[in-house]
């Protein structure tokens, strides 16, 4: 018997399903790393001596180990996959139907359509999932005194008196959708290019065989260009997130952040942990990716 076809509440529900299971899965596979990448790129005065060097962050893997026990690798995750679930989901909900919209024909699937569509998918979500971000990197920071998410969030909003509070949660934000832009797009732009390649050169009954290890594969070429493209863009907004602590009475703009970045180590400051961040982003972007495709089949979805 032929099957129904989905209604629009199925594939939405569906859809947010498998983007936001693929979201979540790939940051705790890499949470740990996600937290010294944190810690190395706001120049945490704990941890600027394991800078400059490809074997700092696997010593500040162990010192977090040591001093803080397996869970200090993990703080702040929970806050991480309050933003990553429903920022997958939106996301990639968003990608797919964006894709239709702009390139209802492969005549139409440009490499300008392409990086546009990623760039819309990447700022979809950001107004609401931003705060919890923030959230997780003033956790990540904490490193004497284990935070809860309501003590993190109470410390922000004191940030704020005299203005409006919710604004502090927000520290960054404008940065980040700088950053998001050439970084979504990017990862769509290469996603969408060497598939575009691989069906026109591979033998179908071969990718159809292989596709999740192309999927990763694909997934983690898309992950290296964007992170190498952006990430002194990711070093400032990182910073901005961190600065309350250091000024929580007031705003810390952009000219600003990058004047206290250079400060610490010129130019270089600015790809400081980019070794670790490749070394995360790479296997998470790739899992991602992957995983998303496994889930759209798994949920009769089209991919």
């Known amino acids: 018997m032929k ?33 010294v990448k944190i810690l190395l790129q706001t120049h945490d005065k704990d941890f600027r001596r394991f800078s400059g060097t490809w074997r700092g962050p696997v010593y500040a893997l162990q010192h977090i180990a040591t001093s803080q026990g397996v869970r200090g690798l993990f703080q702040g995750h929970t806050l991480t996959l309050a933003r990553a679930v429903p920022h997958a989901a939106i996301g990639y909900t968003v990608y797919d139907r964006v894709k239709l919209w702009l390139m209802p024909t492969p005549a139409q699937n440009t490499s300008l359509r392409r990086v546009l569509a990623g760039a819309i998918t990447g700022i979809s979500a950001m107004p609401f999932t931003y705060p919890f971000e923030l959230v997780r990197v003033r956790m990540a920071v904490e490193g004497h005194v284990r935070p809860t998410p309501w003590g993190a969030v109470r410390g922000i909003y004191a940030e704020g008196r005299g203005r409006l509070p919710v604004l502090h949660f927000y520290r960054g934000f404008a940065v980040s959708l700088l950053g998001t832009v050439p970084y979504r797009g990017g990862i769509f732009l290469v996603w969408e290019t060497l598939h575009a390649e691989a069906k026109a050169r591979v033998d179908p009954a071969t990718l159809q065989l292989h596709k999740t290890g192309i999927d990763l594969a694909m997934g983690a070429a898309a992950g290296t260009l964007a992170q190498v493209v952006t990430y002194p863009l990711e070093v400032i907004r990182r910073t901005q997130q961190a600065s309350g602590r ?16 250079w400060a610490v180590n010129g130019w270089r400051s600015f790809f400081t942990g980019m070794g670790i961040g490749l070394f995360k982003q790479v296997p998470m972007t790739a899992i991602s990716l992957a995983t998303w495709q496994l889930a759209k089949k798994t949920l009769d979805l089209p991919n």
């Open 3 to 35: 099957e129904r076809p989905l209604s629009e509440t199925q594939y939405y529900l569906r859809s947010a399903v498998a983007g936001g299971f693929a979201g979540g899965l790939a940051k705790t596979a890499v949470a740990p790393l996600e937290r």
């Open 246 to 261: 250091g000024s929580p009475d007031r705003m810390v703009g952009f000219r600003e952040t990058v004047g206290s970045v």
